[in-house]
């Protein structure tokens, strides 16, 4: 039998997680973006990542209909920006500054690292669909990621 819902929270806010926001553009040209802590390296050849996103999230249509999406790993700055695309029913890319990318998808101008990926496998894990992209551009900056542990966010020191 599986552990309840409570415990499981419990126990994974006990291990610090980097935080993005992963962003599409649908075939329409809207915007689609949510924040992630399910994040991680999956591949060096080819360069992968997955990222998972809740199947009841408003944007999961747009992300399974995409052929390119992009991974903003955050920096401490972005707390409000991070908590914004974690709501819904708010307009996501207002207080952010976003540019496009070379395959049409929002890049956050300042992130950390900015990167680009061809969709490549969706697999349905549970309650979440497992997006796994092929990273096809990388822009990557100075400075320390944004980390999430108990239900609060750190900074982390320099390197």
Not at 130 to 138: K, V, Y
């Amino acid at each position: 039998m599986a552990i309840d819902g409570k415990t499981f929270r419990d126990s994974m806010g006990r291990f610090p997680i980097g935080v993005v926001i992963a962003t599409v553009r649908d075939k329409e040209g809207h915007r689609w973006g949510f924040t992630a802590s399910a994040f991680s390296s999956l591949s060096m050849k080819p360069p992968m990542i997955l990222v998972c996103l809740d199947t009841k999230a408003d944007c999961h249509h747009a992300f399974l209909t995409a052929d390119y999406f992009g991974v903003n790993i955050l920096r401490p700055q972005h707390q409000s920006t991070a908590l914004r695309f974690s709501s819904k029913g708010v307009d996501k890319f207002a207080e952010a500054n976003f540019i496009t990318g070379k395959h049409g998808v929002p890049l956050l101008s300042d992130a950390l690292v900015a990167l680009e990926c061809r969709m490549d496998v969706m697999l349905r894990g549970g309650d979440h669909t497992i997006l796994t992209g092929i990273i096809e551009n990388a822009t990557v900056q100075d400075g320390t990621a944004m980390v999430y542990m108990g239900g609060k966010f750190f900074q982390l020191p320099p390197v």
